[in-house]
């Protein structure tokens, strides 16, 4: 096993009116996140990945299991990092954008 950073954006596709977040920022049109993980090889670390991913923000904000929103998952990088990365604490945080 390796451990791989995997910087991800996601899309997200709003069904009629979707609330602000909880910060009254605008309506996000979509976010970033980067996230370490042990996986045999980049195609195996991306999929643990996009898993983690789906599942901690429809934990954080419900707008997929309530059906405000669709998702879709892009990676944008996938580096090999120092095995003692895997040892941290998870990153679950996004970074979320608007359109503006």
């Not at 996000?28 to 195996?44: D, R």
């Not at 599942?55 to 997929?64: E, G, P, S």
Request: proline share 4%; with cysteine; aromatic share 10%.
């Amino acid at each position: 096993m390796r451990c791989f950073q995997v910087l991800l954006h996601g899309r997200l596709i709003w069904i009629g009116n979707a609330p602000a977040l909880p910060t009254d920022t605008a309506q996000p049109a979509g976010f970033m996140c980067s996230h370490f993980v042990l996986a045999s090889n980049q195609e195996a670390a991306i999929e643990k990945v996009g898993v983690r991913v789906t599942r901690n923000f429809d934990q954080k904000t419900r707008w997929l299991r309530e059906g405000k929103v669709g998702l879709t998952l892009e990676v944008e990088e996938v580096s090999q990092a120092s095995l003692l990365r895997s040892l941290w604490p998870a990153n679950q945080g996004f970074v979320f954008y608007t359109d503006e």
